[in-house]
């Protein structure tokens, strides 16, 4: 064979070679997005996250976060994820049961009652819940948090009685606090996440439920004088990508991304749960006050939050997961 006929044929080779190879996985970036304000812990946490991921992967992956709901609620995030238009967003139990509902599990009310708890039995389930949101189409980065979830009101609230007075605000998405409060005969005004402030602004409500971090952030702190003296369940969250993003990323940058990712999501956990009682301190400072519920409501909330269990765990859950979180909890 010729030289230039073995050059010929030495091209053909390498072309059909690149042209069959898988594309290397360079310059990706994630559009993110999260309610949370600009300069709240969660994006503090995410900046210095995406500063680390980008050092490590010489560029290679990085991180655009849209904060504060520019993207619009999380009913928009998750739209948008499966348009292609965002790639990732961190989201609380409303985003999350849109994707699966069995991550919802984790937030039933009053089942978790320390976060030591909350902690050990989703460590134990992390597989297990990365399995069925990979069937989704996404891949859990990191858990964060809201923290304890209590009741903001106007009026003061210790029983289920007192409730009459209140226009309990209800998250038109976020299916688990709807049926506790329909359970407790306790009625609610549906509003998108957006439309709350303006709702306490204009007196169309005055009754919210968030974490103290989480009310002060979103500044519905002014329009509250009292919190309900009972946690109905701890607030959860993730950070989330889409599957297909993911898989452009090359194997050896996914396990910095993952494990720089889970190490900033951990820290982030203790930070929120450490601000949560500064927050507590600070709503007590602006003449906010707990109202202390009697043992005989506290008991009623729980037959309630146990019947919430029970109906939920039939129609949103896969059989036997509730009983697995039980089992571990017990343990």
Not at 146 to 171: C, E, I, N, Q, R
Request: glycine share 8%; net charge positive; aromatic share 8%.
């Amino acid at each position: 064979m010729s030289s230039s006929r073995k050059w010929f044929a030495t091209a053909v080779l390498l072309a059909v070679g690149f042209a069959s190879a898988p594309a290397m996985a360079d310059n990706v970036v994630l559009k993110m997005a999260t309610t949370a304000p600009k300069n709240s812990p969660w994006m503090d946490s995410f900046t210095a996250m995406n500063k680390e991921i980008e050092t490590a992967t010489g560029g290679a992956v990085a991180f655009k976060f849209f904060p504060g709901m520019v993207s619009g609620d999380e009913k928009d995030m998750v739209r948008k994820m499966r348009a292609g238009q965002l790639q990732g967003a961190s989201i609380t139990g409303v985003g999350l049961q849109m994707i699966e509902p069995n991550t919802l599990v984790l937030q039933l009310p009053l089942l978790f009652t320390k976060y030591a708890d909350l902690d050990r039995v989703r460590d134990k389930m992390d597989g297990k819940f990365q399995g069925m949101m990979a069937k989704k189409g996404f891949v859990i980065l990191g858990w964060a948090d809201l923290g304890f979830t209590y009741v903001f009101t106007a009026t003061p609230v210790d029983s289920l009685a007192s409730f009459k007075d209140v226009k309990m605000w209800g998250w038109e998405d976020e299916p688990i606090s709807k049926k506790f409060f329909e359970l407790a005969g306790i009625a609610q005004i549906p509003l998108a996440l957006t439309d709350v402030l303006t709702g306490l602004q204009r007196g169309m409500i005055n009754g919210v439920y968030n974490s103290p971090l989480g009310l002060i952030a979103v500044q519905w702190d002014k329009y509250i004088k009292h919190i309900t003296g009972m946690a109905i369940c701890i607030g959860i969250g993730a950070t989330v990508v889409t599957k297909a993003e993911w898989d452009k990323i090359s194997p050896e940058n996914q396990a910095k991304v993952m494990e720089i990712a889970r190490r900033h999501h951990g820290e982030l956990n203790k930070v929120i749960r450490s601000k949560n009682k500064s927050a507590l301190t600070q709503l007590k400072k602006q003449g906010v006050t707990i109202v202390d519920v009697p043992q005989a409501e506290i008991d009623r909330f729980k037959q309630i939050a146990a019947k919430v269990r029970s109906e939920l765990s039939a129609k949103m859950f896969t059989p036997g997961l509730l009983q697995e979180v039980e089992g571990l909890l017990k343990k």
